[in-house]
């Protein structure tokens, strides 16, 4: 059974920081492409940060500069770091793992950000 289980959100101030967390289970990590993804009230699911298991990482333009995408494959899991956060990255973020070869892709259940004073 596939298990991708998120961590660390929460509420924070604008500028504050946050480390978001996903632990991966009954895949083959370093196979995955793995990500977030973050979807806001009314808005549809956008892809924010993705790393390969060689480590190449790819942002969304309204994150680059504030937030790193890791991962450790000899754990299972990935990181988002958030840095300089504002009011717009408020949304629910999604752990995604994504084997393009064989058309598998997984979710985990979601984590909620808050960004508000």
């Known amino acids: 059974q596939v298990q991708l289980v998120e961590s660390g959100g929460g509420l924070v101030q604008p500028g504050g920081s946050l480390r978001l967390s996903c632990a991966a289970s009954g895949i083959t990590f370093s196979r995955y492409i793995m990500g977030w993804y973050r979807q806001a009230p009314g808005n549809q699911r956008e892809m924010v940060a993705t790393?390969?298991?060689?480590?190449?990482?790819n942002y969304a333009d309204s994150v680059k500069g504030r937030f790193t995408i890791s991962r450790d494959n000899a754990k299972n899991t990935v990181h988002l770091q958030m840095n300089s956060l504002k009011a717009e990255d408020t949304a629910v973020y999604y752990c995604?793992?994504?084997?393009?070869?064989?058309?598998?892709?997984?979710w985990g259940q979601g984590t909620q950000v808050t960004v508000s004073s």
């Open positions: 790393i390969t298991s060689g480590g190449i990482t």
């Open positions: 995604n793992a994504k084997w393009a070869l064989v058309g598998s892709t997984y």
